[in-house]
């Protein structure tokens, strides 16, 4: 789903990576993934691997970005100090982007910084600059082979156009690019027989909800 960069940390990146997907879409402990990114993050900071450790420092920022939204769906708010803890992960992770040059590295950092915002703050209008620049990164990011990451860029950038900017025809244009209302209606089928997580369940279908409201707004 991801694109762990070629580099001394590689493998390491990669089971982090793979840990951190069945975490958050499958069993929700998210240990061994942090277990994993700190190790990575570790080895490539020995090696001097720049993307391998912006990569394991951005991992580490969403598995607190995971465990953020854990609380929020259980009904509760998170801690002010994990929500900053996030974002400055996030942000260190976005400057090591930045001075590698790597192009769809630096839209996947601009993205979870935008969620920081989006998700945790509320805030569209901190988050939307860091969503609109990695929307500009977005292609860089399917050449790089991160097909989810521009996926997930097109997703956001859709629904903002749903529901803080409203222009069904720019959501439902946004929302092709991610996944038609179709594929979406498959995505709940999919996410049942796999027994995701409940929330993650709930949440393909609120998006397939979402998406046939906008299908609807642009008949």
Known sequence: MTFPPEGAAR???????E???AAAFCTGDFAEADRLFTQAQALAARAGDWTG???ATGGLAMVLHHRNLGKLI???APADTDVEAEEE???RALVIWQETSDAAG???GLFGLSLVFQVLRRDWDAGMPYLWQAFGLAEAAEEAGDLYGRSEIHRHLGFYYFAADPR???AMRQLGHSLAAERLSRAVTLAREASLLPWRIRDAEQNYREAEAIVRATS
Not at 11 to 17: E, R
Request: hydrophobic share 40%; net charge negative.
């Open 89 to 91: 992960l996030m942000r």
């Open 168 to 170: 069904p025809q720019e």
């Open 106 to 108: 630096t839209a996947r």
């Open 53 to 55: 450790e912006a990569f």
């Open 74 to 76: 259980d009904g509760s």
């Open 19 to 21: 840990a951190l997907t």
């Open 11 to 17: 493998s390491s990146c990669l089971a982090a990576d």
